[in-house]
Nanobody, 114 residues
Protein backbone atom coordinates (compact mmCIF):
# COMPACT_ATOMS: atom_id res chain seq x y z
CA UNK A 1 0.00 0.00 0.00
CA UNK A 2 1.49 3.29 -1.11
CA UNK A 3 1.57 5.88 1.65
CA UNK A 4 2.93 9.38 2.16
CA UNK A 5 3.15 10.96 5.60
CA UNK A 6 3.98 14.64 5.79
CA UNK A 7 5.16 16.44 8.92
CA UNK A 8 6.92 19.58 10.06
CA UNK A 9 4.29 22.20 9.44
CA UNK A 10 3.29 24.86 11.92
CA UNK A 11 2.73 28.53 12.56
CA UNK A 12 5.60 30.84 11.67
CA UNK A 13 6.04 34.57 11.27
CA UNK A 14 6.77 36.13 7.88
CA UNK A 15 10.44 35.71 7.08
CA UNK A 16 10.67 32.57 9.15
CA UNK A 17 11.60 29.03 8.16
CA UNK A 18 10.20 25.55 8.34
CA UNK A 19 11.43 22.16 7.22
CA UNK A 20 8.85 19.70 5.99
CA UNK A 21 9.43 15.97 5.92
CA UNK A 22 7.76 13.28 3.87
CA UNK A 23 8.02 9.61 4.72
CA UNK A 24 7.09 7.30 1.86
CA UNK A 25 6.31 3.59 1.85
CA UNK A 26 4.83 0.91 -0.36
CA UNK A 27 6.98 1.44 -3.45
CA UNK A 28 10.64 1.58 -4.49
CA UNK A 29 11.54 5.07 -3.30
CA UNK A 30 14.93 4.96 -5.02
CA UNK A 31 13.42 5.05 -8.51
CA UNK A 32 10.69 7.60 -7.90
CA UNK A 33 10.86 11.32 -8.41
CA UNK A 34 9.27 13.07 -5.46
CA UNK A 35 7.01 16.07 -5.64
CA UNK A 36 5.52 18.64 -3.29
CA UNK A 37 2.18 20.33 -3.77
CA UNK A 38 0.19 22.74 -1.66
CA UNK A 39 -3.42 23.79 -1.36
CA UNK A 40 -4.44 27.12 0.10
CA UNK A 41 -7.98 27.78 1.35
CA UNK A 42 -10.46 28.12 -1.50
CA UNK A 43 -7.76 27.43 -4.08
CA UNK A 44 -6.81 24.44 -6.19
CA UNK A 45 -3.85 22.27 -5.30
CA UNK A 46 -0.71 23.60 -6.97
CA UNK A 47 2.72 22.27 -7.78
CA UNK A 48 5.55 23.44 -5.54
CA UNK A 49 8.63 21.38 -6.26
CA UNK A 50 9.98 18.17 -7.78
CA UNK A 51 13.22 16.31 -7.19
CA UNK A 52 14.45 13.52 -9.45
CA UNK A 53 15.69 10.11 -8.33
CA UNK A 54 19.32 11.22 -8.09
CA UNK A 55 18.56 14.43 -6.26
CA UNK A 56 20.53 16.39 -8.85
CA UNK A 57 17.59 17.83 -10.77
CA UNK A 58 15.26 20.02 -8.76
CA UNK A 59 12.37 21.97 -10.21
CA UNK A 60 10.45 24.69 -8.42
CA UNK A 61 7.37 26.79 -8.96
CA UNK A 62 8.25 30.38 -9.73
CA UNK A 63 6.60 31.51 -6.51
CA UNK A 64 9.02 29.56 -4.31
CA UNK A 65 12.22 29.41 -6.36
CA UNK A 66 15.14 30.82 -4.38
CA UNK A 67 13.35 30.39 -1.06
CA UNK A 68 12.53 26.67 -0.94
CA UNK A 69 15.03 23.82 -1.26
CA UNK A 70 14.16 20.17 -1.53
CA UNK A 71 16.25 17.14 -0.78
CA UNK A 72 15.87 13.41 -0.31
CA UNK A 73 17.33 10.55 1.65
CA UNK A 74 16.87 7.34 -0.31
CA UNK A 75 18.07 5.14 2.53
CA UNK A 76 15.37 6.51 4.82
CA UNK A 77 12.77 6.83 2.07
CA UNK A 78 12.23 10.44 2.96
CA UNK A 79 11.91 13.71 1.12
CA UNK A 80 12.37 17.15 2.62
CA UNK A 81 11.33 20.68 1.80
CA UNK A 82 13.31 23.46 3.47
CA UNK A 83 11.26 26.64 3.33
CA UNK A 84 12.95 29.95 4.06
CA UNK A 85 11.76 33.55 3.95
CA UNK A 86 8.18 32.39 4.30
CA UNK A 87 5.41 34.72 3.21
CA UNK A 88 1.72 34.85 4.13
CA UNK A 89 0.89 33.59 0.63
CA UNK A 90 2.76 30.38 1.45
CA UNK A 91 0.00 29.48 3.90
CA UNK A 92 -1.44 26.17 2.76
CA UNK A 93 -1.61 22.47 3.42
CA UNK A 94 1.50 20.89 1.94
CA UNK A 95 1.46 17.41 0.42
CA UNK A 96 4.09 15.12 -1.01
CA UNK A 97 3.68 12.42 -3.61
CA UNK A 98 5.73 10.60 -6.21
CA UNK A 99 5.70 10.50 -9.99
CA UNK A 100 3.28 7.88 -11.26
CA UNK A 101 1.09 7.84 -8.17
CA UNK A 102 -2.21 9.54 -7.41
CA UNK A 103 -2.07 8.80 -3.71
CA UNK A 104 -1.98 11.73 -1.29
CA UNK A 105 -1.13 11.87 2.37
CA UNK A 106 -2.99 13.86 4.98
CA UNK A 107 -0.75 16.86 4.39
CA UNK A 108 0.82 19.22 6.90
CA UNK A 109 -0.51 22.70 7.61
CA UNK A 110 1.81 25.66 7.16
CA UNK A 111 0.55 29.01 8.41
CA UNK A 112 2.56 32.18 7.93
CA UNK A 113 1.14 34.99 10.02
CA UNK A 114 2.40 37.73 12.25
Amino acid sequence: QVQFVESGGGLVQPGGSLRLSCTASGFDFRIASMKWYRQAPRKEREFVARIDVTGRRRDYADSVRGRFTQSRDNAKKMAFLQMNDLKPEDTAVYYCTADGFTTWGQGTQVTVDS
